[in-house]
């Protein structure tokens, strides 16, 4: 009896090995994929990430840092507004410099007051002078020399305190003009004319000359981001310092852009290179990596496409090269 049954197990392990074998073996049909990957367009293309920005004369997107630090008490704009120049952006909560320009203020006003009264009293003295000269002119014995002399002396007196109060009023001016100016850099308005691309602030939080600390990234951000988002954009490409002796010249460049995650490209027209290459960054969060890699920026534009949408800071790759193997579309 326990022979038939060890027997029986063997035969049953035997056939569930075949099942499962069987099962497992069976292949299963992939599927397709979301979108098609980028494939290089070029004979002799070569790669880049790239990142899109608005389009700038020089430089990156305008990164608006204040000049003094303090929380914020205002935002006076949001995110996506156009502004011109000059138009406030936000406010750092200004009372103690606010004070201390009111004092400077009202202490320049008591030295102007102070030389009203000192011109006044040298006018008097001075007037009191020319009398006693005009009466020991008519009569020599009517004033004393003693007398002139103390007259003549008030007057000097009275001179030297007008001086002092009108020095003492331009440093007083000056001091009030200084707190003035500084209370100004509390309000932080636009440079220059463009939209508000992001708002890395709030009311109440802490700023500094470093920018706005970035809870999720560790880093330091800056208070307000600005671009031009009424001309076309541009893509900033990082190519490898390997690849370099093979870009070609600038009147025979052409490059395509690769939309991730779909299968849109978009032709790109050289705009300039940056002459310098400089260490490699990752594109996801600005942070430099610890690799012994270097990278040179070239910056191309693109026109805005209808019906895709593409906003700055979108990360895409870039494939260049000498000619297409398709008409540019």
């Not at 050289?270 to 290459?277: A, E, K, L, S, T």
């Not at 012994?292 to 800071?313: E, H, M, S, T």
Request: charged letters at 20%.
């Amino acid at each position: 009896m326990r022979n038939k049954l060890l027997f029986a197990f063997a035969i049953i392990g035997v056939l569930v090995g075949l099942v499962s074998a069987y099962v497992f073996g069976i292949q299963r049909k992939p599927q397709p994929p979301a979108f098609t990957p980028a494939s290089n367009p070029y004979d002799k293309g070569i790669y880049a990430n790239g990142i899109v920005e608005t389009l700038q004369k020089s430089g990156e997107n305008i990164n608006i840092y204040p000049e003094v630090s303090g929380s914020v008490s205002k935002i006076l704009v949001s995110e996506g507004q156009p502004v011109h120049v000059g138009v406030p952006l936000f406010q750092v909560e200004d009372s103690v410099q606010r004070a201390i320009a009111e004092q400077q203020k009202a202490q320049a006003e008591s030295a102007l007051a102070q030389i009203a009264q000192a011109k006044a009293s040298l006018k008097n003295l001075q007037d009191q002078l020319d009398k006693q000269r005009t009466s020991r002119d008519l009569d020599p014995r009517s004033v004393s020399r003693d007398s002139l002399d103390t007259a003549q002396n008030g007057v000097e007196i009275a001179r030297a305190n007008l001086e002092v109060a009108q020095k003492q009023y331009q440093a007083l001016s000056k001091a009030y003009l200084a707190a003035n100016a500084l209370l100004a850099k509390y309000e932080v308005r636009a440079a220059s004319e463009g939209t508000v691309l992001s708002i890395n602030t709030s009311v109440g939080s802490y700023v500094s000359p470093q920018g706005a600390y970035d809870s999720y990234t560790g880093g330091f951000d800056p208070a307000v981001v600005m671009g031009n988002l009424q001309s076309d954009l541009s893509v900033r490409c990082y190519i490898d310092e390997i690849l370099i002796h093979r870009i070609p010249i600038p009147s025979q460049m052409h490059a395509r852009m690769f939309i991730k995650g779909t299968e849109v490209s978009i032709p790109l027209e050289f705009v300039r290179i940056q002459p310098y290459v400089s260490p490699k960054i990752e594109l996801s969060n600005q942070r430099t990596e610890r690799v012994d890699v270097r990278v040179l920026p070239v910056i191309f534009k693109f026109a805005r496409q209808k019906n895709v949408a593409i906003f700055p800071g979108q990360l895409v790759d870039v494939y260049i090269g000498e000619q297409t193997s398709a008409p540019e579309k």
